[in-house]
């Protein structure tokens, strides 16, 4: 999470934490009540004043909760990160787990092509920076605008209509309310009539085949490749024009490692005005699985007690050199090889010897764990390079 808490303040997104719970009105109203997150998946549960509540199954309902209730629709456009434990009821698989981490990225208050690029330009150098862009691939489609997407909904409705003896029950239901939901269905013989399906490509108005060719130009713009899915929709009213997909083939049938699109209707759903918004999320352990090797754990400059030294003084040592940034960890107890052995489990970078003699000297014995070479270090040197000397102290794969 350091390393996309990183790459999104490179573009100017700022961190929100919202609860863990939220009102469930504030999701089923968003997600709607024919979604299988809201019919199947939530965790609801009403407080002792009867009020329905929801542990929090996807971030950007609670962020567009949080920019209406807190007022922020008065200063736009407002660029959100987010990071924290989501929560849904399905079956635990392979990256999919009833707690789950994700992290998201709000564009909230721009309507340009640009916004929905520079957003699908923040996802993709984060997969750069973990070294996971090659193995996934950038799937694009757009949902036109309001008029262009009626149009296409009362085709699919008239084609579907005409094969209701082909289609699966689900796809029957979706078909009064939820037409395109029925264009991501798995069913075999399904997926043969949404191959003959409308297209939308056909439906776009002159305004909206301006922001989808706009949006292409610009990620060419910023050299990001992708591939037209015309199969990539999101089934709610609120999304319009651009819907994305960042897939892979190493993790089996859960391809989807991050995904996103624009959703210029939700805000204006939740009770504030109309703000045009892109936004995505990704989750942590399936992206966890696209990396070669976990992070490695933090390292830490390890204080090995010798004898039974001031105790005030080993206490301001510790402190002191926390302050100035040094990840600081103290042997408790054991004899010296017991904890010159818990040194090397804890994978130090180096260990400082403290005992009566190093205090009366004002010099310390440094051992660089790397190297195996011990050196004598005046109290000053230490306290004035502390940071520079144990560099690799803190450090991990993550950053």
Known sequence: MSVARHIAGLYGFDEWATPIFEETRVFSRSLGDTSDVVSKEMYSF??????????????????????????LTQSLPQKVFYAGPMFRYERPQKGRYRQFHQ????????????????????????LTALGVADDVTLELNTLGDTASRDAWRAALVAYFSGHKDKLSEDSLNRLEKNPLRILDSKDAGDRVLVADAPMMEDFLTPEARAFWDGLRRTLDGFGIAYKVNPSIVR????????????????????GTVLAGGRYDGLVQQMGGPEVPSIGWAAGVERLAMLLEEAPAAPRSVV???????????????????????????????????????????????HVLFLGDDELARGSFRVKNMGTGEEAEVSRDTLFSNAASMFAKAGESAAQ
Do not use: W
């Open 46 to 71: 009403n407080d002792r004043d009867g009020e329905s509540l929801t542990l929090r199954p996807e971030g950007t309902a609670a962020i567009c909760r949080a920019l209406v209730t807190n007022g």
């Open 103 to 126: 992290i998201g990225a709000e564009l909230l208050g721009a309507a340009e092509p640009l916004a929905d690029a520079e957003a699908i330009a923040l996802a993709h150098q984060l």
């Open 235 to 254: 089934g709610l009213d609120y999304y319009n024009h651009t819907t994305f997909e960042f897939v892979t083939r190493r993790l089996g049938s859960q």
């Open 303 to 349: 204080i090995v007690p010798v004898g039974s030294p001031d105790e005030g003084a080993l206490l301001s040592i510790l402190q002191t050199l926390r302050q100035q940034g040094v990840r600081v960890e103290i042997g408790y107890r054991g004899s010296l090889r017991k904890r010159m052995e818990r040194a090397g489990k804890q994978n130090a970078s």
